[in-house]
Every structure is written in C-alpha cells, then in structure tokens.
C-alpha cells in the first residue's frame, strides 16, 4: 500500500502561485493531481507518467499549471501559476498500480477508477 502525502496549499489572491508537492511512501506509475471543490465532482487536472516524459492536463488548466516528478524523491510537483478564484478547491494526489498515460491520453480525461492510491488532499483558496 503506497501513502500519498499532500503539501503546499494555502490562500493566494488572483494571478498568484502555489506549488503543491506530495511525497510517496513508495514505488509509483502514473501519478496525477485532482480537484474538488464544494458542490462538484472531482476532476482530473494533471498526469504524468512513470519518466516523466508524458503528462496530460486539463484544459481548464493547459499553459497555467505544470506537473513534474522527481523519481528519486518519490514526489510530483504541481506548479500553478496565473492562479484563478475557479482554481479554488481541494486538491488531491493520487497514484496508479499500473502505468495508465496511454489510456488517459486516448481518452481525454483522468478516470478515477485508474488511480489506487489517494493522498488526504490539501486545501488551495483564491481570491479576487
């Protein structure tokens, strides 16, 4: 079982950053960042695969957010630039048991079901 821990929230006005970390206990593939905020349903903003090489994200975030990973630290980054109050929600890491780029770059979208692994979440607020 890997443990996932989040980092890096916090409250930032509008055109701010924030750079979330989450560090895993252990080996991971796929490793991705998710989004909640109250009243809607989680949604899948970044991936990256298990070289980093391949990374996927949402449209909503293309050109402000950036996913990196750091194998030996067994930690992914999202760096948020251009912050916006819509980016408000929580956010959640979360890990494959299996490599999944290929079937999340075919399908466009981050299913939940393809990730096993959750970190508790960390909480990003903007303002306007």
């Known amino acids: 079982q890997v443990q996932l821990v989040e980092s890096g929230g916090g409250s930032v006005q509008a055109g701010g950053s924030l750079r979330l970390s989450c560090a895993a206990s252990?080996?991971?593939?796929?490793m991705g960042w998710f989004r909640q905020a109250p009243g809607k349903e989680r949604e899948g903003v970044a991936a990256i695969g298990t070289g980093g090489r391949l990374t996927y994200y949402a449209d909503s975030v293309k050109g402000r957010f950036t996913i990196s990973r750091d194998n030996a630290k067994n930690t992914v980054y999202l760096q948020m630039n251009s912050l916006k109050p819509e980016d408000t929600a929580t956010y959640y890491c979360?890990?494959?048991?299996?490599?999944?780029?290929?079937?999340?770059?075919?399908?466009?979208?981050?299913?939940?079901?393809?990730?096993?692994?959750w970190g508790q979440g960390t909480q990003v607020a903007v303002s306007s």
């Open positions: 979360a890990a494959t048991n299996r490599a999944r780029m290929t079937g999340i770059q075919a399908l466009g979208v981050m299913p939940t079901s393809f990730f096993s692994y």
């Open positions: 252990g080996y991971t593939y796929t």
